[in-house]
Every structure is written in structure tokens, then in C-alpha cells.
């Protein structure tokens, strides 16, 4: 693997409702910087008349993170796009007939053309890093998706970027695909995943694993429909579960919130690697592995993503999970009162259909007696 690949400030901002000002980018490019993103996408420069300046302070700002403009194979957005002069060039086309047929009204000899015509428009211009993306590659032909690579390859393309524009790939197919196209081509291969079957994560790590080079993604999974591969799961995985210790874990609840906060969409309390509640806990056979050893039911420390592990206690406590909290506060209960209370905490509990405060305990606690 050689980078991940952040697109929040381009399909992210493709969300509906979803607007950032140049401040807000500034700021999102900034954090992205210092969880060590390998690169950002940070706009198309047709659609945004401030893309100069948000690259040139994105340049004075940070040092690490190369920065990418995208755009379609057109001539006069390529041209637009090299004016920033932008590290990387992120040029797309659609290569499903689905899309070559009912969206661009074109055939595939029209696309090969351009791809040509593209390519020797960047390489006679230009010098940066170019990244061709086939939208829609997982309906498309696969021998076509090939013949595409094949001729980018041999025109100087840095980087073929397979997308999974409708989400509709699976990690067991998406291994397969990546490793056919691996055995074909020898320039870099990115990913490009969508969520519309839950699938964007999976997909993204499983197309790593396969050998891609890259893979996008976005805070919170934002972007079109059902959104894209979420940086916080896919960095906390690669992170937790492939040794891959390039990124800083510490940054990405701040980062999930700030971007929470200026999109609109508010993150579930639940969700993977950010969500506030994803180490609280009120079973009681999980309360007490949790007591025994947290390795027991946590894959990481909680500290690592800058969240708390809770114990609550309420309906479905056990004894221990409640002699714990107790004794937590300062109170040392004897074995006949514990059972008595655990009772009249389950029975408050259903009542209120919530967990207890302590200050709710405690008042039960001094009824007890």
C-alpha cells in the first residue's frame, strides 16, 4: 500500500445540503494533515473559482499531504485543472456502457480516444503525477476495463483508479478484480468505493489487501447517496489490524466532528471508530469481561481514538458490574443488600427505559436500607 486518499473536500462536499466554505476546507486539509493522510483531493477547479488560493494556503499550511485536483477528460477542464499546478491530476471517464451510452451518448472507441487525447494533453503540458479514474468499472466490461489500462499504461498514466461508482462490488469480488488487473498492469491502482450496499470499507480494505496501491475516502463516509469508504474506519483498521502505523488515531474524532458539525449530518452514537458510545457498556456479562480484562470484548484501547470506555448501570446489569460501580463511589455494599438493590435497579430501569445516573443509583441506594 502506498497511500490513502481523502476526497472529502470533492465527492464529500457532493453530498446533498452538504456546502464547505474556504476556511472549513482549510481547516479539514489541515487535520487531514496531521492524521497523516498520504493525499487530498481537495476540489474540481471548474466547479470552484477559490481553488487557487485554498491550494496555495494548503500549501503554506501543511508539507506532508500531496494535493489533487479532479476532472474529466475534456480539454478545457484538463487545462483549467493545470493552472494551480496541483501535485496530482485526478482525470476521469466513464467506461460502462451503461454510462458511455446513456450518460456521454458516446461508444467505447470515443473513450479510448479521449483517453489518448487526455493523457497527451497532460505529459505535453505538464509534469505532475496523473491518475486516470474509470468511473463506473463494476459494470463495466472487464476485457474494455482492461483495454483502457493497457492503453493508459503505455501512454504514461501514473495511476488507474478502478471505481465502484454504485456501490455494488462485494470483498471477495473486488479481491479478484484488483488481482486480475494487478497481473496486467504495472503502474499504481486505486479504488474508489461506494456505500450503497454497506459495502465501501469492506471493499476499500479488501482491494488493499489485493495489492492496490490507494484508496479513497472520506470523513464519515460523506458523498453521494449512501456515501463513500469512512477514513476513520479504514485508517483505525489499517492502523489496528495491518500494522500500519503512519497514522495518527488521535486525530479522528476531532476530525469526524469538526466535519459532523459543519456538514449538518450528525454522527450516530454508534458508529464504527468515532461514535461517543461504541465503548459503553451496560451487560452484564460484558461489564464483567470488561472488568476481568477490556481485551476481552475491546478490539483497541479507547484511548487511542481519544474516546471512554462507559459502564453503565441499568436493567441489564450483573452483581459485579453494580459492586464495581459502588464501590467506585465510595460505597462498599454487603452481598444481601447488593441483591436487593441490583432488583430495585432493573425494576427503575425498565420503568424509565434508560440507564441510571449515579446520582439515580445513589438515591436507590439510600432507600435501601
Request: hydrophobic share 40%; charged share 30%.
Amino acid at each position: 500500500m502506498k497511500g490513502i486518499i481523502d476526497t472529502t473536500l470533492r465527492e464529500g462536499e457532493q453530498a446533498a445540503h452538504v456546502y464547505f466554505d474556504p476556511g472549513e476546507k482549510l481547516h479539514i486539509i489541515g487535520l487531514l494533515d496531521k492524521l497523516g493522510i498520504d493525499e487530498i483531493e481537495v476540489g474540481a477547479a471548474v466547479m470552484d473559482p477559490e481553488i487557487d488560493r485554498l491550494i496555495k494556503q494548503a500549501r503554506e499550511q501543511t508539507a506532508g499531504p500531496k494535493l489533487s485536483l479532479w476532472c474529466r477528460c475534456i480539454s478545457s477542464d484538463i487545462q483549467e485543472s493545470l493552472r494551480p499546478c496541483p501535485d496530482i491530476l485526478a482525470m476521469s471517464i466513464p467506461v460502462s456502457d451503461i454510462h458511455i451510452k446513456n450518460k456521454l451518448n458516446k461508444d467505447r472507441k470515443w473513450v479510448l480516444a479521449r483517453v489518448w487525447e487526455s493523457i497527451r494533453q497532460v505529459k505535453d503540458g505538464a509534469s505532475c503525477y496523473l491518475s486516470l479514474g474509470l468511473e463506473d468499472a463494476s459494470r463495466a466490461d472487464m476485457g474494455f476495463v482492461e483495454e483502457v489500462c493497457s492503453l493508459a499504461q503505455r501512454e504514461g498514466i501514473d495511476r488507474i483508479r478502478f471505481a465502484d461508482t454504485v456501490g455494488i462490488m462485494d470483498p471477495v469480488t473486488m479481491f479478484e478484480t484488483i488481482m486480475r488487473l494487478k497481473s496486467r498492469l504495472y503502474i499504481d491502482i486505486g479504488v474508489h468505493t461506494h456505500n450503497d450496499f454497506g459495502m465501501a470499507t469492506a471493499n476499500a480494505i479488501s482491494a488493499l489487501s489485493a495489492g492496490a496501491d490507494f484508496a479513497d475516502v472520506t470523513v464519515n463516509g460523506l458523498g453521494e447517496r449512501a456515501g463513500n469508504a469512512a477514513l476513520e474506519e479504514v485508517v483505525a483498521f489499517l492502523a489496528k489490524r495491518k500494522g500500519v502505523d503512519r497514522y495518527s488515531l488521535q486525530y479522528v474524532c476531532l476530525l469526524s466532528d469538526y466535519v459532523s458539525e459543519i456538514s449538518g449530518i450528525p454522527v450516530s452514537s454508534k458508529k464504527a471508530v468515532v461514535g461517543k458510545d461504541i465503548f459503553t457498556c451496560e451487560t452484564g456479562i460484558h461489564v464483567d469481561g470488561l472488568l476481568k480484562n477490556p481485551l476481552n470484548y475491546e478490539p483497541y484501547e479507547p484511548s487511542e481514538v481519544c474516546l471512554e470506555r462507559k459502564l453503565l448501570i441499568g436493567k441489564k446489569t450483573g452483581t459485579k458490574a453494580l459492586r464495581h460501580k459502588l464501590k467506585s463511589l465510595g460505597i462498599n455494599a454487603e452481598d444481601h443488600l447488593l441483591k436487593e438493590l441490583l432488583k430495585t435497579v432493573k425494576k427503575e430501569s425498565s420503568r424509565m427505559k434508560s440507564s441510571l445516573t449515579d446520582e439515580e443509583l445513589l438515591n436507590l441506594y439510600a432507600h435501601s436500607d
